[in-house]
Each structure stands twice: as structure tokens, then as C-alpha cells.
């Protein structure tokens, strides 16, 4: 086996253990510390689960987390695909929170405008 191949199976077994975590798609870390509460960080998780739930989104998981070291761009929310890419999205508003969940969780399709920095591999 060359190491394309190694690369290749071990995101496969990823995936699959994902699947049997909970079969979910999606993981949602929304920032909750001191800053991005006083950004309206609050708000924007409340939108959040509103429109997962109003979709039927099932295969979506929202965790609370504390500060990312981003307080000049709060609120705050990373999208983990479970097996693929971390995007990070900054300046939300509830609005915003809505674009995301029916674009990004929804349609799987990423709003460029309101993410910063590259995409990373999740872990």
C-alpha cells in the first residue's frame, strides 16, 4: 500500500466510525465566551437551532464551546464536516446564522462571504 492508499482508507475508516458515533454530518461549534455573548453570540445559536430544527436537520450536531481567540470577529461558529473540512464563519448576526444553516448544512454548499480564513482538515 503507497501512502495515497493509506490516505484514502484511513478517511474511509473515519467516516465510517462517524456514522456509528451518531450518524451525523455535521458538527457545530458555536463560540459562548464572554465576547461572543456580548457580540450576540446568544441570538445567532438561537436562530441556529431554530432553522436546524425547522429543516429537520438530524444529522447535525451543535456544541457550545468557550473563546477561539477570535474576540475582534465574534460571534463566532465553525462548521465540521465529520471527515472533511473545518470552516470558520465570523460577524454573525441571526440572519447570517440562517444563510449558513440552509446553505452550508442544507445544501452543503459553503458562504465564502462570511468565512475567514482557509478551510482545514478535520481531525
Sequence with gaps: MNLEELK??????KQQIALREGNKRYRVLI???TSGI???ARE?????LDEIEKRGLD???VRVTGEHGLEDIEPVVQ???IGGEKTTYARLDPEKARLIVV?????????????VGKPKQSD
Excluded: N, P, Q, T
Aim: aromatic share 0%; glycine share 8%.
Design 44 to 48: 445567532v445559536m438561537k436562530a441556529m
Design 103 to 115: 446553505e452550508h448544512l442544507l445544501k452543503g454548499r459553503k458562504v465564502e462571504h462570511l468565512a
Design 59 to 61: 444529522d447535525v450536531e
Design 79 to 81: 462548521i465540521e464536516e
Design 8 to 13: 484514502k482508507l484511513k478517511e474511509k475508516v
Design 31 to 33: 463560540s459562548m465566551g
Design 38 to 40: 456580548v457580540a450576540g
